[in-house]
Structures are given as C-alpha cells and as structure tokens.
C-alpha cells in the first residue's frame, strides 16, 4: 500500500510540474484591429493590445474564437495546436482568443508573451461572454463569413488535424 501511494504522488507531482509550453515559441500581444467586424450596439470585449474593443457579435470569418484562461491546464495543451494550425491556415481564417476569468491584464499579456500565443487577444474583464460560451474552457466557435456560428467545438482539440479537419467542414478552408 506505501509503494502504491508513493507512485500515486510522485505521479501527481509529475504532471503538475509541467507546464505545456517546452515547445511554444514566444509569443506577443497583438493588436485586434486586424479582426474582421461590423458595427455592433452590443457591449464590446477590450483588446489586450489596447485600442477599440470589439463586440463578439461583431466578428466576420472565417475566424476561430477560442475561449480560454491561464489557468486552464487543457488550454494551454491546445495552445501549440492552434499555432500549427494558424502557421498553415492564418491567410485564411483568422483566430481571436478571449481570455475569461483572469486576475489582470497584465497577467494575460505576461502569459501570451511566455506561451506563443500570436494572434488577438480580446480581454472579458466582467465575465459577459459567460452566457453565450459556458462555463467550461477551452471553447472554440467557426463563425462564417456573415458572422453565423457554424460549429461549436467544446474541450480541447486533440490535434491540429482535428482543427484543420473542422476548418474545412465548417469553413471551407482549403
């Protein structure tokens, strides 16, 4: 029973010890003026970058809006996933990050900067998107070109083929 429990921590300390971000290149705030819009009357979200916020509602595609948090383990696995995604599709559908529940912006913009997060970053100080996303994170919407909500994926992708596979079902990317 002492072997069994020892394993059983010295798995926990394993996993914890990992942060998922050997293999992500710096990243860096980018700014969302960039992000295909419409005028919109709805509340806007800030941009980490600075600048005019932009109401979800607003956003044209093809984009990816992934909903997601620093202290979110399986966001930040599918971190690396969606850059190698971005890396083959970024000319062709735009992917806008909002970060939910966090301390600060200036924790979000740290954690960009060390987890190669390059594309926007809109920032829910007040938690509004909570009605339309959920509770849960990662989650991950394709809206069209008329800003339609086509697919929404919930939980983390398992790969980046998953990603480019749901991109050309729902997006047509090619």
Known sequence: MKKFLLLVSIAVLLSGCSSGSSSLSPGKVVGCQDINIVSSKAPPLECLAGGAGISVDAIRGPALINVWGTWCYPCKKELPLLSEFMSKYGDQVQLIGIA??????????????????????????????????????????????????VHKHIGPFASAADIEKASKKYLGTR
């Open 100 to 149: 939910v529940e966090e301390k600060s912006q200036s924790s979000v913009r740290k954690f960009v900067k060390t987890h190669g997060i390059t594309w926007p970053i809109l920032y829910d100080v007040k938690g509004s998107t909570r009605p339309l996303f959920g509770m849960g994170v990662p989650v991950t919407w394709f809206i069209d070109s008329t800003g339609a909500v």
